[in-house]
């Protein structure tokens, strides 16, 4: 069993090339391997271009040693038409006898079928190597698909003395409470999320683009929550360098059930992860409601003494990292228990 572990893990790290590229496909990396060597390996690198396990056995130069050896894949080979052809046809195919596969798709059209069509055409099929970890790879797409809902992710910086910004301020810009190391991680994980969400108060008062610029990536899409239609075409996330959809009370219902009217909103837009790094008062609706996975929040060594204060957060810290001279501390939401 500890060699599957060792090429699924290999999957996981291929399968990680994808992060922010391949929505709305789950990231998957295969690995193929004969007489204890990886002879060809792959990822999936975007919707519409050739899946992991192709890219894989295209990779393979002696296709002859396909019919002895195992592929390994992080999740379930697809057995449906979409907008590739099934893999699970093309391992058939290409007659390899083993394949060992991490976790099982929850998505509809595969669920199950990729593996019983493998066992119908008489492969040798272990399934469940690594499943937590091949889980917490997709935990955007199963969450998407088992809770009909995108994967939240809070983020926000608070200053040491509890505030996430000053009461006045001079210009109609940020307020830098981290450092530029930590910036430029949150440009980063801006690139691995499909969209990012703020409030109406927060483009009005710091004007932001709310893209990668200091990440290499693609921009996510941006969602604005603007009830009364308050924002003016002139603000920077109606400039062209990113998609926005702006939400006012003609798309949905500003009541108390709000963060989950957006929630449905969003899973009709096909939306499986948002990084949620608008002001107190929308980071506490989420909160209020239970509805996140994760949350991110830093703290700067800055103090304001007075201020607005962070959004109200009661739960045992479940990770700090220090980075430069701002603590990350990273939370999960365990009511979100993760196998479905």
Known sequence: MKIHEKYIKRCIELAKNGLGTTYPNPLVGSVIVYNNQIIGEGWH????????????????KDKSLL????????????????????????????????VVIGTL?????????????????????????????????NKRFFTFHTKKRPF???????????????ITREEQKPVWITSELSRQLVHKWRSEEQAILVGTNTVLEDNPTLTTRNWIGNNPIRIVLDQNNKITKESHIFDNQAKTISISKNEIRFDENFAWNIASFLFEQEIQSVLIEGGTKTLQTFIDSNLWDEARVFKGAISFNKGIKAPEFNFASSNKTQLTEDELVTFRNHDHNHHF
């Not at 919707?47 to 990779?59: D, F, K, L, R, T």
């Not at 195992?70 to 007659?95: M, Q, R, W």
């Open 45 to 60: 690198q975007k919707a519409g271009s050739p899946h992991a396990e192709v890219n894989a056995i295209q990779s393979v």
């Open 152 to 166: 939240f992710i809070l983020k926000w910086a608070e200053s040491n003395d509890g505030f996430i910004a000053p």
């Open 67 to 98: 019919s002895k050896a195992t592929i390994y894949v992080s999740l379930e080979p697809c057995s449906h038409f979409g907008k590739t052809p099934p893999c699970s046809d093309l391992i058939i195919a290409n007659k390899i006898p083993n």
């Open 105 to 137: 798709d929850p998505f509809a059209k595969v669920a199950g079928n990729g593996i019983k069509k493998l066992v119908e055409a008489g492969a040798n099929v272990t399934v469940g190597i690594q499943e937590d970890e091949c889980y917490e790879l």
